[in-house]
C-alpha cells in the first residue's frame, strides 16, 4: 500500500516546474567546487609534508633532542592537516561557522572527560620547554628512579638499572619533586668506612688515600679534592667518611670498585672491620 501511494505520489510531480537552467548549473559549481577541493587537497598534503620535512631538516641542524623534534613535527602536522580539512570544507560549501562550533562543542567535550590526559599533555609541554631532565639523564620521581629513554607528549619511558621499563605520566613529573643524578657532570661518592675502636686513624685515613691516589678517575685537585675526615663514634665502631668526586659517568664503577678495594686494603693491612655485637656481664647475687 505505501509503494503505491509513493508512486502515486512521484507521477503527481508537475517537471515543467523544475528549472533545468538551475539545476544545471548547480551541478557545474558543484563539480566545480569537487575538483578544486581534490586539488587544493593534494597541494595542501604536499605542502604539509614538505614544511614538515623541512621543520625536521631545521631542528635537527640546530641539534635540537629527538623528544622535542617529534613533539614539533607531530603538533604542526596536526595543526595544518586539521586547518587543510577547514579549507576544503569551505570550498565544498559547507559553513564552516557551525562546523567549527560543532567542533569547539565536541572538543569541550572530550576535553573534560580526557583532563588528565590533557594535564600530561601541558606537563610535557612544560618538560620540553623548562628540561629538567633530558634523555640520558638518570632521574628519581614518583617512587621511581631509571634512565630517560624517551619523553613522550603524555608520558616519560624510564629504563631501570636492571633493564624494566617505567612509564610515568608528564603531569606528576612536570608539578612534583624530581631528582636527576646526571644533570650536572660531577657527583659525589660518599661511602662509609667502619673501624675497630683503638685503631690508629692515621693508619686508616694512609690505607684510604692510596686508594684513591691509584685511581685515576677520582679528581683530586681543588674544591672536589677527596677528603676522609672522622665522623662518627658508634657503638661499636669508628666511622670515617670517604667524599670522593668524580665524572656523573663514572659515579657507579667507581663507588662499587672502591667499596671492594676498601675491604681488600683494610683486611691485608690488619685493620679490623667490627660488626655490631654486645657483651653481656653476668653478676652473681
Known amino acids: 500500500m505505501e509503494e503505491q501511494n509513493l508512486v502515486s505520489d512521484l507521477s503527481n510531480i508537475d517537471l515543467s516546474n523544475i528549472d533545468l537552467h538551475l539545476v544545471v548549473n548547480y551541478l557545474i559549481t558543484l563539480g566545480k567546487n569537487i575538483i578544486t577541493a581534490i586539488i587544493v587537497f593534494f597541494v595542501g598534503r604536499f605542502l604539509i609534508k614538505y614544511i ?15 623528544s ?14 586539521l586547518l587543510l580539512a577547514i579549507i576544503i570544507i569551505g570550498i565544498l560549501g559547507i559553513d564552516t561557522t ?21 594535564q600530561n599533555f ?50 606528576p613529573l612536570a608539578t612534583g619533586s624530581l631528582k636527576n643524578s646526571t644533570s650536572s ?13 683503638g685503631t690508629d686513624p692515621d693508619e686508616v685515613r694512609k690505607v684510604l688515600k692510596d686508594i684513591v691516589d691509584a685511581d685515576s678517575r677520582i679528581m683530586k685537585e ?30 657507579w664503577s667507581v663507588r662499587f670498585e672502591t667499596i671492594e678495594k676498601v675491604y ?6 690488619g685493620i679490623e672491620i667490627p660488626f655490631p655485637q654486645m657483651d653481656v656481664h653476668l653478676k652473681n647475687d
Not at 98 to 118: D, K, P, Q, R
Not at 229 to 247: A, D, E, N, V, Y
Request: net charge neutral; hydrophobic share 45%.
Open 52 to 66: 614538515v620535512k623541512a621543520l625536521r631538516a631545521v631542528t635537527q641542524k640546530h641539534q635540537f633532542e629527538a
Open 68 to 81: 622535542l623534534v617529534s613533539f614539533i613535527n607531530s603538533l604542526i602536522s596536526i595543526s595544518l592537516n
Open 98 to 118: 557551525s562546523f567549527l562550533a560543532v567542533f569547539a562543542s565536541a572538543g569541550m567535550a572530550v576535553g573534560m572527560a580526557l583532563s588528565g590526559t590533557l
Open 122 to 171: 601541558a606537563g610535557g609541554v612544560l618538560i620540553l620547554a623548562l628540561k629538567p631532565y633530558k634523555v640520558g639523564d638518570y632521574i628519581e620521581a614518583q617512587g621511581f628512579g631509571g634512565t630517560v629513554k624517551a619523553i613522550q607528549i603524555f608520558n616519560t619511558v624510564l629504563t631501570t638499572p636492571d633493564n624494566q621499563t617505567i612509564i610515568i605520566p608528564n603531569g
Open 185 to 197: 657532570p660531577t657527583r659525589r661518592i660518599d661511602i662509609d668506612v667502619e673501624v675497630a675502636y
Open 222 to 251: 681543588g674544591a672536589l679534592a677527596p677528603i676522609m675526615p672522622m665522623t662518627t663514634m658508634s657503638s661499636s665502631s669508628i666511622i670515617f667518611q670517604m667524599r670522593l668526586w668524580t665524572k656523573a659517568s663514572d659515579y
Open 264 to 269: 681488600k686494603e683494610l683486611t691485608e693491612s
